[in-house]
């Protein structure tokens, strides 16, 4: 049986540009590929707008930015006028403009709310509405983040759903490593750990420069790559341990897969936050053999000696068992890298991502057909 074909508005009062509007433009891309009319609502000076319109996708601009009742008006008369089955909102504003103005439409659409960030919930009345009254369905881009509107705002099981972005799996895959590494200028002939993070803190370099230095062995390298480091503080914790001879540090890159595909184990601290979460999926995808740290607030995605290994935050000695076993054994690497590739395919995948956001769309729109 053919899926029906359904009018699909993604709506956006962000006007910078990050994971979350990329996620946005993946989702109208994939929506269209499958046959749904798709069209983006979005502040006129918004980065999402233009790349949008370089993608094909239909951009309506109306000021949504801040909450309103010019907002509130425009949304109303625009919505008035279009047969929708979807409204998908996915920041603050645009949720509450789009939840109000459909409240005023006798066909009303169906509205869906996704969360993109890990934020606290906010404990006011009209937060838990947005999430509970104001949408018919909500997404999330972790289970972290759904366990705390659930636990939060008596978000239902039912009425929501975690959907983690998809990992384009043709670019995030397993490399050839002399390659990579000749690529990028690293040695050949020693082995490499990685320390993979975004954050600034200095907490998960201290603890696996100090597993590092407790080793007695020289025959690898340590290679730490992130976003918004602090060099100098970084230099300081490795020249601490007297690990600057054997430290390549790299503050940020467009394409990390050359950096992946040139270690033997990446190390990723806990995964606190989406982005961190999202950095995890890529490691497994490219296939690398992982340690990852665990505490009270990670959200646990590897499972222990079959897609990676597991230590606790702080426990020094074990990860420095780990690495140095790891490094020892090549079949247990190759296992595990291929486990996560695995793993990343059939769970991770963009597809995947559209598959389910898709089920609830169709879900959902479905009594509304029937009565039309």
């Keep these: 049986m053919n899926k029906p074909s359904l009018r699909i508005v993604q709506t956006e009062s962000s006007c910078g540009w990050g994971n979350q509007e990329a996620r946005i433009l993946i989702e109208s891309l994939g929506m269209q590929s499958r046959g749904h009319a798709v069209e983006l609502v979005c502040c ?48 603050s504003s645009d949720s509450w403009l789009m939840s109000l103005a459909c409240r005023a439409l006798i ?38 983040i759904r366990n705390s509107l659930m636990s939060s705002y008596g978000l239902t099981q039912r009425c929501s759903m975690a959907i983690p972005t998809g990992i384009d799996l043709n670019h995030f895959k397993p490399g050839d490593q002399t390659f990579a590494r000749e690529f990028l200028g690293l040695p050949i002939e020693r082995k490499l750990v990685g320390l993979i993070t975004d954050s600034q803190s200095l907490t998960d370099p201290e603890f696996l420069c100090e597993a590092i230095a407790s080793l007695d062995r020289d025959d690898f390298d340590l290679l730490i790559l992130g976003s918004g480091l602090d060099r100098t503080a970084i230099e300081n914790c490795v020249s601490s341990f007297d690990l600057k001879a054997r430290t390549y540090l790299i503050e940020s890159s467009d394409n990390i897969v050359p950096y992946l595909n040139a270690l033997n184990i990446a190390v990723l601290p806990a995964c606190r936050k989406v982005a961190e979460q999202q950095l995890l999926r890529q490691i497994m995808s490219c296939g690398v053999p992982i340690i990852s740290t665990l505490d009270d607030q990670s ?58 956001i898709e089920e609830v769309y169709l879900q959902l729109s479905e009594p509304r057909r029937i009565a039309a």
């Design 299 to 356: 959200e646990p995605i590897l499972t222990d000696k079959k897609t990676g290994r597991m230590v606790f935050q702080e426990d020094t000695g074990s990860l420095a068992n780990l690495i140095s076993e790891l490094l020892d054994d090549a079949n247990q690497c190759k296992r595990l890298g291929a486990n996560a590739r695995q793993t990343a395919c059939e769970q991770f995948s963009i597809k995947t991502m559209l598959d389910q």
């Design 44 to 91: 006129a000076e918004s980065v999402i707008a233009n790349r949008a319109r370089e993608f094909g996708i239909p951009v309506t601009t109306l000021p949504i930015r801040r909450r309103n009742f010019q907002g509130l008006a425009s949304t109303r008369l625009w919505l008035s006028k279009r047969d929708v089955d979807i409204v998908h909102t996915h920041s």
């Design 107 to 144: 066909k009303r659409p169906k509205i869906v709310r996704t969360r993109h960030v890990g934020a606290a919930a906010k404990s006011k009345a009209t937060s838990k509405w947005i999430y509970t009254k104001g949408a018919d369905f909500v997404l999330t881009t972790s289970h972290t």
